[in-house]
């Protein structure tokens, strides 16, 4: 049977881990901000569609990113550019969650942004070679889409209305 890591080794670890919590450190801000983003795109689901028909695929979506990123790109509701953003995110994310020696800096962002409406952001935010507002500028990208996605629901519920009317 294999032996796991020291005490000293384990604890040498987690001494990193809270050094990089309290310093507000690039992995902690791309982990945190993936959770945000997750939670966000299962928001985005949960009510786009009814609870009947779709409680047992939000089970599944619930910890599940890469569906929630696939399911709202099929439906057209993620630009093809930002779809592209959040799948490189997600890998940048499982390098930072599983190798406790990957790099993380602004130049993880490079390619982010092309399809944006708000452009000049993500250039700002890489002059400045901030993480956390690159991260937030993603974000504010899936913001952006879930408007409109908002926008077209209420649209075609209110076309379906009328046309019910009608009949």
Known sequence: MAKGPSKKSRRSVFDRFVKELVEGSNRTCVLLMHALLEQTIYSIVALSYPKKRT???????????????????????????????????????????????????????????????????????????????????????????EKRWSLRLAAGRHLAAMHQRRK
């Open 55 to 145: 409680q047992k695929f939000l089970k599944y979506l619930k910890h599940n990113y890469n569906a929630g990123v696939e399911l709202l790109y099929i439906v057209g509701m993620l630009p093809h550019g930002l779809y592209g953003d959040l799948n490189r995110f997600r890998k940048l994310r499982n390098d930072m969650a599983h190798d406790l020696s990957a790099p993380c800096g602004p130049e993880d962002f490079r390619g982010y942004g092309k399809s944006s409406k708000h452009p000049e952001e993500w250039d700002r935010a890489r002059k400045k070679r901030s993480v956390i507002q690159l991260c937030s500028q993603l974000f504010m990208d899936l913001c952006e889409a």
